[in-house]
Structures are given as C-alpha cells and as structure tokens.
C-alpha cells in the first residue's frame, strides 16, 4: 500500500507518522496521481505546528508533481498518464499519491523538471502574483526581498532582477550570502548581524526602497516598515518568525504614507484561469533563464529530518521529497 504522512496532533516533527493506506476512490471531478516528488514549504511547518488550524488527523504538504493514473467520469482535459504538478491545496502531498482535483492540476510544459515543478511551483506562482499583481514591480524600481536565499525569495530576486528593478536582499548568516548573489540580488544584507532599515537608507542614498517582500514576519517586520520610502509598499505574505504586532494606522503614515498588505495564495488563485496564467508567467520565466536550484531533497522516510532543516533555516533554495 502507498506510504503517507500523517499527524494525530499537532507539534514538533516528531509528531509526523509515515503509515500505509489505500487511496481513496477516484471521484468526478478529480484525478489519482502518482507522486515523482512534492515540494517542501514552510507553511507544511505551520500547518504542522497548528498555526492554521486543521481537522485531525491530517496529512501535510500542498505542492507536487507525477503521473496520473485515473481519472473522474466527466474529466476531458487530463488523461491517463499525463504528467502534472499542483500547489496551493489542501494537505496530503506527503504520500505516494493522492487524490487531487482536476481543476488544480496544471500539465508541465516541455523542458520543466518534474521535481522543479514539485519543489517551485508553490513559490513561482506565489512570486508571480507577488511581482505582477499585488505591487506589480517596474524597471528602476528599489526592492527588498527578506529571506532572500529561501524558495521564494531566490525566485522573486531573479524576476525582479529581470525586470530591471534593483534588488536587496537579506539573509539569516554569511554562508547564505553567496547564493543570494548569484540568484538576481545586487546587494545583500546579513539580518542578524546588520541593522537592515539603516543599510538599505545607506544603498539607497537615504530614499528607501519602493517594496518589501516580508515572509518572515515577527522578527522583519519593523525593519520592513522603516525600510520603506514616501508612498512604499509593505507585502507581509508570509510569518516564519510569527506573527507581526497588530500596528496602528497611524504608524503608516508616520513613516511616510505606506502602504500594508497580506495576501495569500488561495485569495489570487481562485480561478483556474487565474491558477493557470500564475502558473505560465513562472513557467515562461525559467525557460527565459530563472534558475530554481533545489538545494535539497529528502525520501519520505526522512520527512522528520526535512522539518528540522527547515525550521532551522539551514536551507537554501528549494527542497523536495523524490519518490
């Protein structure tokens, strides 16, 4: 029988149990795929953890990529056999297959690599609506991407970088710098030795930068906030550190009339027509020269050691479970 992870409760990675359970029937509407690799994202940590709360037991993991094996009645557009990736769904990815809904899968284009797909699709989709929508980023325009050698940040540096915007990145230690170098980011901050807001008034000639992309939250957030110029965006997607303090309206204009925003994936993905142009612009980019390394890859049976990696932020790039 396939192998899946599960938990019964939520907490630290020991509470991830790798059992063996038959797939559930295949419905309409709904396609059984075959797992080559799933991605591995921070928000499989919270989701362990219980920051969003989930019925238990539950599965972990909303990214991957392999073949399809059945299909629902009434599905046209797949068939057996073709080869898909998906993000952004419910979890359960953690498994040999699964169950996924035909309308979150996306067939990968020539040239894409399974386990790219399975590792970066998350991410890409993720940067591109963060790049082209939510503060859609223009040649000459000063970004900050915080965790700039983390799966989107290494992605979102990049696309901005081809964009023609200049890039400042930070990062957790020295040994990250290097990466984030090499992966679209001009200059390069290490956070926790550098006052971040102070160095990015000093690259910036005192001006600020037009956006910050903050997936870290708690511990970026005010960084963030003083980093930004007059009529700056903050872009708080994500909170490894936690969730930042509750700030007053006030604060915003005070340091310059900025803005604040928190989006989330499902809420620019609510369209499979939405889904599938996120999805082609990330595609479009890596064909164009995007490189998403994938600094790690796990087996399922060492999805415990995997978490621990990434909760201690040892990690660089992408990282996937290969089957």
């Known amino acids: ?75 046209s557009e797949f068939a057996v056999g073709d080869l898909v990736a998906y993000a952004g769904i419910p979890p359960g990815s953690y498994a040999e297959e699964r169950i996924v809904p035909a ?10 690599e399974p386990a790219v797909a399975a590792a970066a699709l998350q991410h890409g989709i993720t940067a591109a609506f963060l790049i082209k929508d939510v503060f859609p980023v223009e040649r000459g325009h000063l970004v900050l991407v915080h965790a700039a050698a983390g799966g989107v940040g290494t992605i979102l540096c990049q696309w901005a970088k081809a964009i023609g915007a200049t890039v400042i990145g930070t990062v957790g230690n020295q040994g990250k710098v290097s990466h984030a170098l090499e992966h679209g980011c001009d200059h390069v901050i290490v956070s926790s030795v550098e006052n971040v807001a102070e160095r990015v008034r000093a690259i910036t000639a005192g001006r600020g930068v037009d956006v910050v992309y903050d997936s870290v939250g708690a511990d970026t957030f005010e960084s963030s906030l003083h980093s930004l110029g007059f009529r700056g965006m903050l872009v708080s997607f994500g909170s490894a550190s936690g969730d930042p303090s509750p700030v007053p309206v006030g604060a915003l204009a005070e340091v310059g009339s900025v803005y604040l925003t928190r989006p989330r994936f499902i809420h620019y993905t609510r369209t499979r027509s939405e889904l599938l142009r996120y999805a082609a612009a990330f595609f479009e980019r890596i064909r164009n020269g995007l490189k998403v390394p994938i600094g790690q890859t796990y087996t399922i049976d060492e999805i415990v050691r995997a978490h621990r990696d990434v909760e201690s932020r040892k990690t660089k790039g992408s990282s996937v479970i290969a089957f």
């Not at 994202?41 to 991957?64: C, E, F, K, W």
């Not at 309308?103 to 894409?112: E, F, T």
């Open 103 to 112: 309308d979150r899968l996306v067939k990968l284009p020539p040239g894409i």
């Open 1 to 75: 029988m396939p192998k899946v992870v599960k938990i019964q409760s939520f907490g630290d990675a020991e509470v991830m149990q790798i059992n063996e359970e038959e797939c559930a029937p295949v419905g309409a509407g709904e396609a059984r795929v075959e797992h080559i690799a799933v991605g591995l994202n921070y928000l499989d940590i919270m989701h362990r953890q219980g920051h969003y709360p989930l019925s238990l037991p539950t599965g972990l993991g909303v990214a991957g990529c392999g073949v399809i094996r059945e299909t629902g009645t009434d599905n």
